[in-house]
């Protein structure tokens, strides 16, 4: 009786408190129209708007939102989106910026993942505005694609963090279903204008974060895979390894090692690559995030615990590779020493053997070699020798003075570093 009375009144207060502090299932960016955004309007409730208009950062951002089982929270949202990138299209050549945010986060007015992005977009929009004019070409139009989805589902600090696996099992399901196909809509933006041989092609880049890396890995990784392969009717050469889009990169993803196994097995068996090759897929994980480096395997410990796992033994192209299955089930693909392939550190740490610019990125990255560092800006990427020179798959552990825990990925370096392999992969 006693038992009752405490726990039966307990048991209602804590679910009024989970009731209660349940965060918005509400679609935010509801007014399905273009919005030009100026000191007389902010536009915050429109899907598209218009940012800086006439000037070198001018960029236009847009919003689609997904609900918490991986459905389009409205179709017409994405629809209108897709129409204005055909119509620009149409005219002129697009370099396509998509962010999918992590937990915590969603496409709300002022979050801190929205106004970063666009941050970026600006930043991006002026640097190619400056090279095409050192190259006497159009620049690109920037545009970006945020995808947002429920990254939090319970307003209370201490308790949202027991929602982990929670918002885990949705980002899967996010990337698995509405997020698969607006992304291959905007791949076949950018493919269609292609095909017209315009001066500068239309680029597609994607980028996740956290859990949204999860969703951008669930959603592109088949994809990469049968593009890797190439296998298409016709095909009488062995040419460079294609990618989703032109470049996919996650920063702190929060999946399984063993799930980028596969990835990681199938650019081994290839002994090396063109010149020509450019990186395909970019994995960043901070040294110091926590969450991917000590929670996630915590969770999975428990999870995993009735699986059964065997042993990896690997030569391919004589690159010897061991490790334990159960091993890479629990360890997050960033926190996972085999499959790593390269360090990024501030420049101030090592001496590099190259300095890499914007104008030559594209072929230094072309002349890389194995156990090689080469300056990127301020920082320093070296190679670790595990992997092929222009191996288009990069796990990269990074230094904590570039990235210092899960949510520090808007540092001018580490943006730096994005852009020029932003460069490198949406040149023409």
């Known amino acids: 009786m006693l038992f009752s009375r405490f726990f039966m009144p307990a048991g209602g207060i804590l679910l009024l408190v989970l009731v209660s502090g349940c965060a918005s299932n509400n679609m935010y960016r509801d007014q399905l129209s273009s919005c030009v955004v100026s000191n007389e309007q902010t536009c915050e409730a429109h899907t598209i708007q218009r940012h800086k ?15 918490d089982q991986g459905q389009l929270r409205d179709r017409k949202q994405m629809q209108v989106v897709l129409d204005e990138l055909y119509t620009m299209a149409a005219k002129e050549s697009l370099l396509i910026n998509v962010f999918v945010h992590g937990w915590h ?3 709300s007015f002022g979050d801190e993942n929205v106004e970063h992005f666009k941050q970026s977009l600006a930043h991006l929009s002026r640097l190619e505005s400056e090279l095409a004019a050192a190259q006497n070409k159009q620049p690109r139009k920037v545009v970006g694609v945020y995808v947002g989805w429920r990254g939090e589902s319970i307003d209370f600090p201490v308790l949202s963090t027991l929602t982990f696996w929670d918002r885990k099992n949705t980002a899967e399901e996010v990337g698995l279903l509405g997020m698969a196909e607006l992304l291959l809509r905007l791949e076949e933006i950018s493919n269609v204008k292609n095909t017209m041989e315009p001066p500068i092609k239309s680029r597609l880049v994607l980028i996740g974060h956290s859990f949204g ?58 002994c090396s690559y063109f010149p020509t090759q450019h990186p395909r897929l970019v994995i960043l994980t901070s040294k110091t995030d926590y969450a991917t480096k000590i929670a996630f395997p915590a969770g999975r410990i428990i999870s995993t615990l009735f699986e059964t796992h065997g042993d990896i033994q690997r030569n391919d192209c004589k690159r010897p590779l061991s490790y334990a299955e159960g091993a890479a089930d629990r360890a997050t693909v960033g926190h996972f020493d085999p499959l790593t392939s390269h360090s990024l550190e501030p420049l101030a ?14 072929s230094i990255w072309g002349e890389q070699k194995e156990n090689e560092s080469v300056q990127y800006g301020s920082t320093v990427l070296t190679h670790l020798g595990k992997t092929a020179a222009r191996n288009p798959y990069l796990n990269v552990e990074v230094d904590k003075a570039l990235m210092d825990g899960h949510n520090d990925i808007y540092g001018e370096e580490i943006a730096e570093f994005l852009r020029m392999l932003i460069v490198l992969s949406a040149r023409e």
């Open 349 to 362: 740490k090592v001496d590099a053997s190259r300095v890499v610019s914007y104008e030559t990125v594209a």
């Open 53 to 67: 208009a006439g000037e070198t950062q001018e960029y236009l951002v847009s919003f689609v939102e997904i609900d």
């Open 213 to 270: 890396g999860a969703a951008v890995y669930n959603a592109t990784s088949q994809i990469l895979a049968s593009r890797f392969v190439d296998s298409r009717a016709g095909k009488a050469v062995v040419d460079d390894a294609k990618g989703f889009g032109d470049l996919v990169v996650l920063m702190n993803p929060a999946f399984e090692a063993l799930r980028y196994a596969a990835l990681f097995d199938l650019a081994q068996a290839r």
């Open 105 to 107: 986060h969603n496409a």
